[in-house]
Structure formats: C-alpha cells, structure tokens
C-alpha cells in the first residue's frame, strides 16, 4: 500500500455495525469493497443488502487491508482481535474507531505487532449526524506515517483527520473531549434549572447564552434540540459517555492532575448512571438534575 492512492487500497473491513459503525460503513462500501462483521451477524447481512458491503465470518477479514472497528469498549475490540490475530497478514493497519482505553490499546498494538500488524488508535467525534454525513473528526495515535497510508480510506467517513500522538494518544484526548462535553452539560444544566425556578423561560435563558459567553455544545444544540422538547433521543448512551468519563479519570491520573472540576463530573455520572441506567442517552442526565431541583427546563 506504501505510496498508492486511495483506490490501490483492494479492500477494507470494518467491524462493528452499531449506530456509529453502520453509517461510517457505509461511507467506506461506498468508496471502495467493504467486508463487514457484526456480533449479531444479521445486522451485517442487512448492512451488505442496504450499502453494497459484503458481510463476512470474523476470519475473512483477513482477506482486507486496513482493518476498522468500532465496537462499544476497548475489551470488545481486544477479545475480537484476540480470534483473529494469528489470520492477519504482515501490512495489515487495523484502526480502532471505538472510544477506548489508552493502556490496553497500547498492549493490544504490541500484540498485533508481534503479527506484523500496525495499530492505530482513532475515535471519531461528530456524533451520529457526523458519521451519517461523513463530517466526523479523527483523533488518531500511533505511526505517522501509517495514519497518512490509511488516510484516504478514513477519509470516506471524515471531514478532519488529526494526528494526535503515540499509540494510546487519541483516545486519552477523545476522553478529555467528552469529559468536557459532560461537564459543559451538567453545568448548563444546573443553570438553566435555577434561572427556570428564577422565572425566566429556559428558551429565552438559552437565546442570550447562546449569543453570550457561556454557550457551548450543549446550549446550542442538545439542550434545545433534546430537553427544551422533551423528545431525549437515544444516540449517544448514558452508559458510553460514563465509560468515556472513566476513562478520562484514568488519564488524570497517569498524569498526576488534581482536577476537582473533571473528577466531580465523573462522580455525577456515576450517579447518573445508578439512577437512570446506561440505555438512556446521555443528555437524559439533566432529568436528574431536574428532579433534585423539582422544575423542568422548559
Ligand atoms: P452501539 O451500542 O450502537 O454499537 C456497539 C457496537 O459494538 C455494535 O456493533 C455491537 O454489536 C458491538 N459490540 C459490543 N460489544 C461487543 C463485543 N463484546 N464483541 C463484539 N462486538 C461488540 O454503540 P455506538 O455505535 O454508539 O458507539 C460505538 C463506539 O463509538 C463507542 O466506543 C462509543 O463510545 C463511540 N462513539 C459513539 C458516538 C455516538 O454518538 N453514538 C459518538 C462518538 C463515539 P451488536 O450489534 O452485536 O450488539
């Protein structure tokens, strides 16, 4: 693959046809022949009759190139790759979409290694809107020069695609980024629920932040497109943005950080959590938030 240009890449694989997996595959089936494998094995079926890819056993993705996956937690993507690693051939580049943890990733690349097989560790962020339109953000780690072999095929389901470190580096900063999220969530929250019992509209509070210095992700588009409606769609978990926070927790640490702020948020989601369950989606955290302060955002 070495100096070729997308179209040399003779086959692609992705695994994992969740509510990310299936649109970025798609993206990828679109571009160039695409194997799919999915746990559940009829959702690969339906994906090959809806998107022109070609459902496989798990052993036939040895036949691709370039390897992607997105499975829920870094332990799925190690016991899947635990079947297959014997299968793969020497040049292999296997991309790790899923939002993982930086430590066993960093001994999952060792072991595909020993198989002559490169690791990439490369969350996407851009939610389910993003991978349907093909816009999500890479945040890769590992070999340079891999990510820039591999970045034609990424680039099917990306509109931005940033290098970002070692091995491990991506998704310690994928985990910051959703801690983030979380926190701006959580305070906007707490905010907005006291400025309704304050008797101000939560969507007359929300037009002035919006227009205002404290607005963020979560004022201009989830609060209003989720909690003002009341709808809470169910596209990104509760149980994966905790996963997330749990990661970024293990980041602080590695780094000897202090961080009250993040450890609080990570707290709070564990609240959540026991509270609401882990098939909500995250955004419904705010019910919780709602019930302790007895009003609606509204
Ligand atoms: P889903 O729950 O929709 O899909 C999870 C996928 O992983 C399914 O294909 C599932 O297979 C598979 N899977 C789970 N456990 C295993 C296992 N033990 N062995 C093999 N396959 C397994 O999750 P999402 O698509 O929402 O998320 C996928 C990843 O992307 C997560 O790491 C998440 O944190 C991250 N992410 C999600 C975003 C979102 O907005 N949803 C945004 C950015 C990142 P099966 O069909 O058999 O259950």
Known sequence: MSGS????????????????GAPMAAHLAAARPTLVWNR??????????????????LDAIAEAEVIVSCLSRTVDVVDVARQVAGDLRP??????????????SRVLATRLGEHGVAYLDA???GGTAGAEAGTLTVMAGGDADVLERVRPVLAAFAG????????????AVKAVNNTLLAANLWAAGEGLVALVRAGVPATTALEVI???????????????????????PVTFTLGLLAKDVGIARGVLD??????????????????ALRELGPDVDHVAALQLVERWAGSEIR
């Open 5 to 20: 240009t997308s179209r040399d890449v003779a086959t692609a694989a992705f695994l994992g046809l969740g509510a990310m």
């Open 40 to 57: 559940t094995s009829s959702v690969a079926e339906a994906h090959a009759a809806s998107h022109g890819s070609r459902d496989v056993p």
């Open 254 to 271: 590695a780094a000897g950080s202090p961080a009250p702020v993040l450890r609080q948020v990570a707290e709070l989601l564990t609240v």
């Open 123 to 125: 969350p996407v962020s």
């Open 160 to 171: 931005r695609i940033v290098h970002v470190g070692p091995v491990g580096a991506g998704h």
């Open 210 to 232: 919006n227009a205002s210095s404290g607005r963020s992700f979560p004022t201009e588009v989830l609060i209003p497109e989720r909690v003002v409606t009341r709808e809470f």
């Open 91 to 104: 040049g292999t580049v296997w991309v790790d979409c899923t939002s993982g943890e930086p430590e066993p």
